[in-house]
């Protein structure tokens, strides 16, 4: 990849499409990312704190223990801290006519490719951090296994939904 098409690999339109032509999250998505990060920072952070309370008090820890535990939680820290800037960048999804294309993550990149035909079951889920922020995931569940598009505003999770699975149901018709 040449360094101009690096640089162009975020940009967006206004349309919310890359010039690849995949979908992006809305930026209210980054709100739900932090709010549940700091959830999980919360209860790390007791864990920790009981962790070291404990030990402190009941055994001789020596120094570079309690120091490498540290270290270990300003690394977890600092990645639930970055990490939705990141997942936010890079997540893209495009939904073709005969497939559904997702790429996301923050150290590891992972590219799932769903044939639509395959899908055998659609979810459109909300939990309750997601539904503060109007957001929304379609979980689509194929005979290999589970894919899921996250974040979507409530309307373009259900619009999606519907699409796909009167898609599904088309193809079906055609069969019989």
Same mark, same amino acid.
């Given at each position: 990849?040449?360094?101009?098409?690096?640089?162009? =690999?975020?940009?967006?339109?206004?349309?919310?499409?890359?010039?690849?032509?995949?979908?992006?999250?809305?930026?209210?998505?980054?709100?739900?990312? #932090? !709010?549940?990060?700091?959830? !999980?920072?919360?209860?790390?952070?007791? %864990?920790?704190?009981?962790?070291?309370? /404990?030990?402190?008090?009941?055994?001789?820890?020596?120094?570079? /223990?309690?120091?490498?535990?540290? %270290?270990?939680?300003?690394?977890?820290?600092? #990645?639930?801290?970055?990490?939705?800037?990141?997942?936010?960048?890079? #997540?893209?999804?495009?939904?073709?006519?005969?497939?559904?294309?997702?790429?996301?993550? %923050?150290?590891?990149?992972?590219?799932?490719?769903?044939?639509?035909?395959?899908?055998?079951?659609?979810?459109?889920?909300?939990?309750?951090?997601?539904?503060?922020?109007?957001?929304?995931?379609?979980?689509?569940?194929?005979?290999?296994?589970?894919?899921?598009?996250?974040?979507?505003?409530?309307?373009?999770?259900? =619009? !999606?939904?519907?699409?796909?699975?009167? #898609? !599904?149901?088309?193809?079906?018709?055609?069969? =019989?």
């Amino acid at each position: 990849m040449t360094r101009d098409e690096m640089s162009n =690999e975020f940009k967006v339109d206004e349309n919310g499409l890359t010039t690849d032509g995949y979908h992006v999250l809305p930026r209210r998505s980054v709100g739900s990312m #932090y !709010i549940g990060n700091v959830i !999980i920072l919360a209860i790390l952070s007791a %864990i920790v704190y009981v962790v070291y309370a /404990y030990s402190s008090q009941y055994y001789e820890v020596p120094s570079t /223990y309690k120091l490498a535990m540290l %270290i270990a939680y300003a690394l977890v820290a600092a #990645y639930l801290a970055l990490g939705p800037l990141v997942y936010y960048a890079r #997540y893209r999804y495009r939904i073709d006519g005969d497939r559904i294309d997702i790429r996301k993550g %923050i150290l590891v990149i992972s590219h799932t490719v769903v044939p639509i035909e395959r899908v055998h079951q659609l979810e459109v889920a909300r939990g309750p951090i997601n539904n503060l922020f109007r957001l929304a995931d379609v979980t689509i569940t194929t005979a290999g296994g589970i894919a899921s598009i996250q974040y979507l505003e409530i309307p373009v999770a259900e =619009e !999606i939904a519907d699409s796909l699975n009167a #898609y !599904i149901n088309d193809i079906l018709r055609k069969r =019989e």
